[in-house]
């Protein structure tokens, strides 16, 4: 099968099939092999590998993974794709598409089957209606993980990479270098995309860590510690934090929490680093017992 990161190889394949795109699915397709290299090349794949591939589309990126990895699994959603992925992957016998909603996929099992509870790479150009619903699952669920290379809008991309000071920082930010080493290694013009999308998009390259960077006692309570402190970025951090209904947290602990911290009360969320927050966290779950 002729590459189909060649546009006119697409487009048959579309009219051949009749293929209608659905935008509610977040249907960009590539069409650009040099891209396609670049992402195959960033993620590392080896013949030791088994990858996960959310969103196949028609087997686009499919057939780069096959050609080079171990193992595939590509988790497609819309049904109308599946024909099309049973043509164009024919020639592999190291694929299984599951015609399924990620979101609702049980990974961890699924890298218990195939990689014996190994490490797993995930690599796709993502649906951008879900990016960090996905993203943000993987991590959440301890899905083991080596690494995460993805498009996604440039935007998503430039919040995920972004350090305290900068305009992009936030929970974000905070969560994916909670987890992992984050890399841009690719922008993306809309050129390469059928059908063209509004945005710019960027490759990024999620490098999981092999242990926790920091230490904190209670991870699910610092998220919702930067969360709340994210969620009305123009209040300073001691009113974020007292004011937020989901939180059991009081003005006047957020305030005497900064102080322990030696930080100014009317300092905002996005100047604190991952380490502070976690420090942060770790005072005001102290101060709840
Ligand atoms: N990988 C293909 C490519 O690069 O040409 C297609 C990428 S396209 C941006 C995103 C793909 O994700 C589409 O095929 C879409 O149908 C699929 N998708 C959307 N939502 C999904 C979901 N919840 N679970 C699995 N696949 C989904």
Known sequence: MATLGIPQNTIEILQKYNFRFQ?????????DTHVLEKIIESAGITKDDFVLEIGPGIGTMTQYLCENARQVMAVEIDDNLIPILQDTLSAY????????DILKLDIAKTAQEYNDGKPIKVV?????????????????????LESITVMVQKEVADRMQSDPGSKDYGALSLAVQYYAKAEIVANVPPNCFMPRPN???AV???????????QVQD?????????????QR??????????????????????????????APTIRG????????????????AMRK
């Open 23 to 31: 935008k509610k699915f977040g249907q960009n397709f590539l069409i």
């Open 93 to 100: 016998d190291n694929v299984t598409v599951v015609n399924q």
């Open 124 to 144: 796709a150009n993502l649906p951008y209606y879900i990016t960090t619903p996905i993203i943000m699952g993987l991590f959440e669920s301890h899905v083991p």
């Open 199 to 201: 945005v710019g998009s």
């Open 204 to 214: 990024i390259r999620l490098t999981c860590h092999k242990q926790n960077p920091i």
């Open 219 to 231: 991870e699910k309570f610092m998220f919702r510690v930067i969360r709340a402190s994210f969620n």
């Open 234 to 263: 123009r209040k300073t951090l001691q009113n974020g934090l007292g004011n937020d209904a989901s939180l059991p947290v009081t003005k006047e602990q957020a305030k005497e929490a900064l102080e322990q911290m030696g930080l």
């Open 270 to 285: 996005e100047r604190l680093s991952l380490e502070e927050f976690a420090r942060l966290s770790d005072i005001l779950s």
